[in-house]
């Protein structure tokens, strides 16, 4: 199973060299989007939070609707995390267990 990305090109350079299977860097994000989560042999897809607002729509369809694989994480690029930006992991856990998980510094 692959640890896939979608990214930003600075962001790309960092996950190639921690080890990730695949790294793209979209100029058409839906459609990556959808070509990396129909395949069988990935099993996460990591994708920036700014590529994850762009295809905000296509993204809740696929977590509401997915079955199984690949899991897709979202991560902040370079320039760090957007604010009020609320990733689908915590909105899924939230929905789970009914409260919010924050961190306190």
């Known amino acids: 199973m692959k640890i896939v ?5 600075e ?4 996950l190639k060299l921690a080890g990730f299977h695949e790294v ?3 100029g058409d994000a839906r459609k990556i989007f959808r070509e990396v989560t129909s395949r069988k042999d990935v099993a996460v897809l990591f994708i920036t939070e700014r ?8 993204l809740k369809e696929y977590l509401l609707q997915r079955e199984d694989l690949p899991i897709v994480v979202e991560i902040p690029d370079k320039k760090g995390k957007l604010p009020e930006h609320v990733d689908n992991i915590s909105m899924l856990v939230r929905r789970a267990v009914g409260v919010d998980i924050e961190r306190r510094k």
């Open 5 to 9: 990305a979608m990214c930003d090109e």
């Open 11 to 14: 962001t790309a350079i960092g």
């Open 24 to 26: 793209y860097i979209p």
């Open 51 to 58: 590529i994850a607002e762009g295809i905000s729509k296509d």
